[in-house]
């Protein structure tokens, strides 16, 4: 594999071979893929990439998977000009990255998987599994039900009722776990040492985190070869919001554009957000939380990458800010009734971040604002629950649709 160049530790700096290993042995640093980006850069050409297939692995040159073989439908999903989300917010050049209809499970995490899945493959697993919120449990079973692998899926037990059928349908081993997420990937760590399985977010991690980069070269792509001004990204562990602007930057290294000046902003839920604390407080480490929040897909209370978090938005110019749970349900009406698009509670918190920071300033009405929808609604219908208007009931009598429906609208 000429393009990787192995793995590195984030801490220590210290180099190891592509196995399926996340932690240095000597500082417990986390590691991540290293590129050869002159390598990468002969390779690689806007051309190319446009003449691709119809899907993320267009980007398959900047990916650390020689052969892909499992969730080839993944990616390529819309970016929407959103004109009158962005006349409530005061904002002319608004668009949605719309990952509420990525395929084949609904959210962002068929990114990761694909990739995380193609290479356990490569890498010769017969079972894979994860720690999940939900949504990576969805794509888990999914792309192991595609790639013909064992597959078990770990949860925390009070998760939404329709992404545990999410996961059921794929006939995984769903365990549900008492507890938060943080306890059920303390539990999964252990498990992973142990067994020998391609757990996706665990040892897979470095290749995994790889497939959140698409959803920065995808933006860039589809705003004609530019980087926005600023975007918005909801976050859990911090990997999708640190992924994106290594990605941004990745394609400046490899001549795919000129320059980035993207200001990166996080958004997390209020009732979990160990992240923007910290950003708020002016501090560079992580205290961990006991997650409270409707928010479920995001509410990771020890974030793995939260520190790398920050520094991305000390780098890049951006900011952190949190949402109610009441801001995210309004935030998730305001999206469905002005573009048309029906989020989870994860991208109710995306707008909701988003309207704070137009109001207080740190986005500016001109410019090109990407706001990442990562969910899909249909899978967090039970939060809306006594916050939608009733159907109105009426017998099937012109009498009563006159009566009933024509006289009060
Ligand atoms: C997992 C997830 C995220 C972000 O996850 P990170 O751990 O921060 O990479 C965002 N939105 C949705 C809907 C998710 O499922
Ligand atoms: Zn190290």
Redesign the pocket.
């Known amino acids: 594999m000429t393009k990787v160049r192995g793995l590195k530790c984030r801490e220590c700096g210290r180099d190891y071979p592509v196995e399926p290993i996340h932690v240095c042995e000597f500082c417990f640093g986390p590691l991540e893929v290293v590129y050869d980006y002159e390598e990468i850069k002969r390779n690689v050409s806007r051309e190319k990439i446009e003449n691709g297939p119809h899907s993320l692995w267009r980007y398959v040159d900047l990916l650390p998977v020689e052969n892909p073989t499992v969730g080839l439908t993944a990616g390529f999903t819309p970016l929407r000009r959103a004109e009158k989300l962005g006349e409530v917010l005061g904002l002319k050049n608004l668009y949605i990255k719309d990952d509420s209809v990525n395929h084949p499970t609904l959210?962002?995490?068929d990114r990761v998987v694909s990739v995380a899945i193609s290479k356990a493959k490569e890498f010769g697993f017969d079972t894979a599994a994860c720690a999940s919120?939900?949504?990576?449990a969805n794509s888990v079973a999914a792309h192991c039900a595609q790639a013909g692998l064992n597959c078990f899926v770990f949860i925390p037990a009070n998760l939404e009722t329709q992404k545990i059928y999410g996961s059921l349908v794929f006939n995984p081993t769903v365990v549900a776990v008492e507890g938060t997420y943080d306890d059920v990937n303390r539990l999964c760590s252990e498990i992973a040492n142990d067994m020998g399985w391609a757990f996706v977010n665990i040892n897979i991690r470095p290749f995994y985190a790889e497939g959140?980069k698409t959803l920065a070269f995808e933006v860039v792509e589809q705003l004609g070869w530019r980087a926005p001004d600023a975007v918005v990204v909801?976050?859990?562990?911090?990997?999708?919001?640190t992924k994106i602007w290594k990605g941004l930057k990745e394609m400046v290294r490899v001549g795919l554009i000129e320059s980035v000046r993207t200001r990166m902003f996080g958004a997390q839920a209020e009732g979990c957000s160990p992240i923007a604390q910290a950003w708020r407080e002016g501090r560079d480490f992580i205290k961990p939380v006991r997650p409270s929040t409707i928010a479920k897909?995001?509410a990771?209370g020890n974030p793995a990458d939260g520190i790398y978090a920050l520094q991305t938005a000390r780098e890049s110019g951006g900011d952190w800010e949190t949402a109610t749970d009441e801001e995210i349900i309004a935030g998730i009406k305001l999206l469905a009734q002005t573009e048309g698009i029906f989020t989870?509670t994860?991208g109710g918190t995306t707008v909701a971040v988003l309207r704070k920071l137009v109001e207080k300033g740190a986005i500016s009405p001109e410019e090109t604002v990407v706001a990442y929808i990562?969910?899909n609604g249909y899978k967090t219908l039970e939060v809306l629950d006594g916050h939608l208007s009733e159907p109105v009931r009426i017998q099937a009598t012109l009498k009563d649709f006159k009566e009933k429906v024509l006289a009060k609208v």
């Open positions: 959210s962002f995490k919120t939900g949504n990576l959140s909801p976050a859990a562990s911090g990997s999708l919001y897909s995001i990771i989870e994860a990562t969910g």
